[in-house]
C-alpha cells in the first residue's frame, strides 16, 4: 500500500536536542499562572470536560481509542517468540514498560483476540522458551509494523518483514538484527486478567525477566555506557495508527530533600501566613 499523498515525505531525527525545561525559574509552590504558557493552558480548561463511563458496553471501543489516544506516548516491545512446536513469531505491542530494577523485569500486556483465544506471542512465552524484546529504531518501523497483520497461527512473520534473525545466548527465539538494544527474558509470571462483568479472561499481563541486554556499540555513549537516545532513534506508539519520533526533551533533574528542605520550609512558612 502506497504512503496517502496529503501526508508529507519522512524526516530522519538529527540526533536528540535537549532544552532547558518549560519554566526553569519555577519555585516552590508557584502556581502554572506564572508562565504566559501556563495561563494559555488553563483557558482550556474553560471550555469544560467529557466524561466517558468505561461500564457502558456501547462504549468498549470508544474506550479502547481514547485510552490510546491519552496514553502517549508508549514505548513498543517488539517481541520476537518461539511455540513450542519451533513456529517463530514477531509481534508490536505497545502496552509495555518496565516493573522493577532488581530483579530486572518488564511487562507486556497480550490482549486477547474476539471470542478469548490467547494471542501467539502470549502462548509462545507461557510455553518457556524464551523471548526477546527488540527496541524498534526509525529506519525499520515500516518492516516492524507488518508484524501487526493477524497471521494465522502456523505461520511465522519473520518472512514478510524482511527482517534478520539473530542468535540469542539463552532464549530459543532469536533477536531482530536490526534492532541496536534488545533484552532477552524468560517468563516471570503470565497473569490473566479477566473481565469484572463476564469474568472472560481479556488479557495476559507478562511478567518477563531480562537475562541479557544486547546493545550495540555505536549507540552507548562512551563515558557512561548507557544509550544514547539520540543514536538509537527509538519509535513510540500514540493515538489511532500514527508512530512517533523521540527527537527533543527537556532537562528537569530531581532533587534530594536535604538540598531543598530550607528553601521548603521557607516558601510554607509564607505561605501559612498569608
Known amino acids: 500500500m502506497s504512503a496517502p499523498t496529503e501526508l508529507e515525505p519522512f524526516q530522519p531525527s538529527q540526533g536528540f536536542k535537549s532544552t532547558a525545561s518549560p ?16 495561563r494559555a493552558w488553563m483557558e482550556g480548561e474553560k471550555e469544560g470536560w467529557k466524561v466517558v463511563d468505561t ?5 468498549k471501543r470508544a474506550v479502547y481509542n481514547i485510552m490510546k489516544s491519552g496514553i502517549v506516548p508508549r514505548p513498543i516491545a517488539f517481541v520476537s517468540s518461539v511455540s513450542e512446536d519451533g513456529i517463530e513469531n514477531l509481534a508490536p505491542f505497545s502496552w509495555f514498560n ?8 518488564i511487562s507486556i500486556a497480550c490482549s486477547h483476540l474476539e471470542g478469548g483465544s490467547a494471542k ?8 518457556g522458551t524464551g523471548f526477546t524484546v527488540n527496541v524498534i529504531s526509525e529506519s525499520w518501523i515500516d518492516q516492524a509494523n507488518v508484524c501487526s497483520t493477524p497471521v ?8 514478510i518483514s524482511g527482517l534478520t534473525k539473530a542468535p540469542s545466548i539463552k532464549a530459543k527465539a532469536p533477536r531482530v538484527k536490526e534492532s541496536a538494544f534488545v533484552l532477552e527474558c524468560d517468563l516471570f509470571q503470565a497473569i490473566d486478567i479477566r473481565h469484572p462483568t463476564t469474568d472472560e479472561v481479556v488479557t495476559t499481563l507478562i511478567l518477563g525477566h531480562v537475562n541479557y541486554i544486547h546493545m550495540r ?15 538509537l532513534k527509538p519509535i513510540a506508539r500514540v493515538g489511532g495508527i500514527t508512530y512517533a519520533k523521540v527527537s527533543e526533551g527537556f532537562s528537569l533533574p530531581s532533587k534530594q530533600w536535604k538540598d531543598i528542605e530550607e528553601g521548603v520550609r521557607e516558601k510554607l512558612g509564607d505561605i501559612s501566613s498569608k
Not at 25 to 31: A, C, L, P
Request: charged share 25%; aromatic share 6%.
Open 23 to 38: 519554566n526553569p525559574n519555577w519555585t516552590y509552590g508557584e502556581g502554572i499562572e506564572s508562565t504566559p504558557e501556563g
Open 55 to 59: 461500564s457502558d458496553p456501547s462504549q
Open 98 to 105: 518496565q516493573v522493577s530494577k532488581d530483579p530486572p523485569l
Open 120 to 127: 501467539d506471542t502470549a502462548r509462545n512465552i507461557k510455553s
Open 152 to 159: 494465522p497461527f502456523e505461520l511465522s512473520e519473520w518472512p
Open 217 to 231: 556499540n555505536d549507540v552507548i555513549e562512551p563515558v557512561r555506557g548507557i544509550v544514547d537516545i539520540g543514536k
